[in-house]
T-cell receptor, first 116, second 112 residues
Framework: NAGVTQTPKFQVLKTGQSMTLQCAQD?????MSWYRQDPGMGLRLIHY???????DQGEVPNGYNVSRSTTEDFPLRLLSAAPSQTSVYFC???????????????FGPGTRLTVT | GENVEQHPSTLSVQEGDSAVIKCTYS??????FPWYKQELGKGPQLIID?????GEKKDQRIAVTLNKTAKHFSLHITETQPEDSAVYFC???????????FGSGTRLSIRP
């Protein structure tokens, strides 16, 4: 299994540009989430999905869109990039029910985004 | 909504000594408390978790304690080793794998 994969690894955008961060998992996990990580602020939940066709907002959803058309993929869209969106973005997936003994989230390697 | 506070933000201990990281949560309905370790340039990885019906859980040199009344939980690492140097995150959830709220992280450094 490849686990959770994210592309690209690095990206530089100009203010106002749009882009999509890709996330895919091959573990047949129901739940997928997007987090952003900023210095001193930990991991903040942007959007999450409990299954194909179902998404919901997390702690910091403004400026981001998501969709979940398949179990495997959960792309994150920045419609009009702003410098405040400079961050490291992590995608994670997990089983929906108490899979085994935990709700362990499996994280991807991250995408480092800079908006100038 | 849930809020998780984590202390300290940085911690430096001598190799072989113990390290303790503490977290408090705000939502009394939370009942799942995982701890993640993040090494440089990588995504976080689960190291131990605890459910609210258990007061303590141990896995080799790592232990987690939970006080539901006070709404706080702690990570204990004994006999620290250089490979324990990393950023550690606590988190809380209401039995939902989808919405796990993380603390702000603790950067642990092990001095040789």
């Amino acid at each position: 299994n490849a686990g959770v994969t994210q592309t690209p690894k690095f990206q530089v955008l100009k203010t106002g540009q749009s882009m999509t961060l890709q996330c895919a998992q091959d573990m047949n996990h129901e739940y997928m989430s997007w987090y952003r990580q900023d210095p001193g602020m930990g991991l903040r939940l942007i959007h999450y999905s409990v299954g194909a066709g179902i998404t919901d907002q997390g702690e910091v959803p403004n400026g981001y869109n998501v969709s979940r058309s398949t179990t495997e993929d959960f792309p994150l869209r920045l419609l009009s990039a702003a410098p405040s969106q400079t961050s490291v973005y992590f995608c994670a997936s997990s089983y929906g029910s108490w899979g085994g003994s935990s709700y362990e989230q499996y994280f991807g390697p991250g995408t480092r985004l800079t908006v100038t | 909504g849930e809020n998780v506070e984590q202390h300290p933000s940085t911690l430096s201990v001598q190799e072989g000594d113990s390290a303790v990281i503490k977290c408090t949560y705000s939502d009394s309905a939370s009942n799942y408390f995982p701890w993640y370790k993040q090494e440089l340039g990588k995504g976080p990885q689960l190291i131990i978790d605890i459910r609210s019906n258990v007061g303590e859980k141990k896995d080799q040199r790592i232990a987690v304690t939970l006080n539901k009344t006070a709404k706080h939980f702690s990570l204990h690492i004994t006999e620290t080793q250089p490979e324990d140097s990393a950023v550690y995150f606590c988190a809380a959830s209401k039995s939902s794998a989808s919405k796990i709220i993380f603390g702000s992280g603790t950067r642990l450094s092990i001095r040789p």
